[in-house]
Nanobody, 126 residues
Framework: QVQLVESGGGLVQAGGSLSLSCAAS????????AAWFRQAPGKEREFVAG????????YYTDSVKGRFAISRNNAKNTVYLQMNSLKPEDTAIYYC???????????????????WGQGTQVTVSS
């Protein structure tokens, strides 16, 4: 089992920045791919950004490319999401998720992932 706890959400004005963190515990995190998803009110949960277990491969949904950056520190069992140039449409609950990294794949679907955090609210005001 892997437990995930997100932090760093909050209220920010459009154009501002926030940094989310996801702390993992329960198993070694270094062999697990990780990702951030988000869910806005009345919408389905969607993929935002993903990272391979070594951190050498990152991938993003088109709407956040150039604004968001995912990274990780396996020594600290933590994954990060740096969000810049935030827009009101980025408002959502952001979830951290992880799964064993079998290599060579981009995991962008909900069903690709085994473990989820409880989420952290990000609100961007216009």
């Amino acid at each position: 089992q892997v437990q995930l706890v997100e932090s760093g959400g909050g209220l920010v004005q459009a154009g501002g920045s926030l940094s989310l963190s996801c702390a993992a515990s329960g198993r070694t995190f270094s062999n697990y791919a990780a990702a951030w998803f988000r869910q806005a009110p009345g919408k389905e949960r969607e993929f935002v950004a993903g990272i391979s277990w070594r951190g050498g491969s990152t991938y993003y949904t088109d709407s956040v490319k150039g604004r968001f950056a995912i990274s990780r520190n396996n020594a600290k069992n933590t994954v990060y999401l740096q969000m810049n140039s935030l827009k009101p449409e980025d408002t959502a609950i952001y979830y951290c998720t992880t799964r064993p990294d079998t290599g060579g794949a981009y995991y962008t679907r909900l069903i690709d992932y085994n473990y989820w955090g409880q989420g952290t609210q990000v609100t961007v005001s216009s």
